[in-house]
């Protein structure tokens, strides 16, 4: 049985392959949802679904100034602010927005005519909209994808082999029609090594 590893603070992302009782793959054509439980730190359960989580947006922060991305997503993260300490942080914005119109960024500073001191801000922590469960083409196969975040996988209860329980609905009747299967998968959480 395959066993997905997870590190308590870090992203990450993995696969299950969904089973039924006679070793076929469960069917995930037509599915409307699916979703992932996990036992959370506090006995509770965190749950992964299929709902769009919002694109963020790539920022800096730096000499007190943040700088952000206009546009959510990853690729804000190649933002890349070269301050050479003549340069006011106004002229160094509006030159990357003058090269790079669709890549653009603003700041938050009082007074954009202040100079920093020469440093390289790169922004980061930008990311594209996902699913933190996503069925795998061919559905036919029964895998699903499942991607967390460090502050999801920090809510999850540490152990070896703990199960997750997953929940398809199919239909087109609202509640879906809930099927069970059997998970060839397990989790293991351990807190982070740092």
């Known amino acids: 049985m395959a066993t997905a590893d997870i590190i308590r603070g870090e992203d990450a992302t993995f696969r299950i392959k969904l089973r039924l009782p006679n070793q076929d793959p469960y069917d995930l054509t037509g599915s409307t949802g699916v979703r992932v439980m ?17 694109a963020d947006k790539a920022y800096a922060e730096y000499a007190d100034v943040i700088y ?18 003549v340069y006011s942080i106004d002229t160094v914005v509006d030159n990357w927005n003058l090269n790079n ?12 005519a202040v100079v920093p001191v020469a440093s390289d801000v790169q922004l980061d922590q930008g990311v594209d909209i996902y699913q933190k ?3 795998i083409s061919p559905p036919v196969l029964g895998k699903i ?21 997953v929940i398809i609905d199919k239909g087109v009747h609202p509640a879906g ?4 299967v059997i998970i060839d998968a397990g989790v293991t959480v351990t807190d982070s090594p740092l």
Not at 71 to 76: D, M, R
Not at 103 to 112: E, F, K, L, P, R
Not at 150 to 156: A, F, G, I, S, Y
Request: hydrophobic content about 35%; glycine content about 8%.
């Open 133 to 135: 469960v996503s069925i």
């Open 145 to 165: 994808s499942v991607a967390l975040s460090n502050t999801d996988t920090n809510q999850l209860k540490p152990g070896n082999r703990l199960p997750v329980h």
């Open 68 to 85: 952000t991305a206009v546009t959510a997503g990853a690729l804000g993260n190649n933002i890349l602010l070269q301050f050479n300490g």
């Open 177 to 180: 029609e809930r099927r069970k």
């Open 38 to 54: 996990f036992r959370k730190y506090d006995s509770g359960f965190y749950e992964a679904n299929m709902d769009d989580v919002p």
């Open 101 to 112: 119109p669709s890549n653009t960024v603003i700041h938050d500073a009082a007074d954009g």
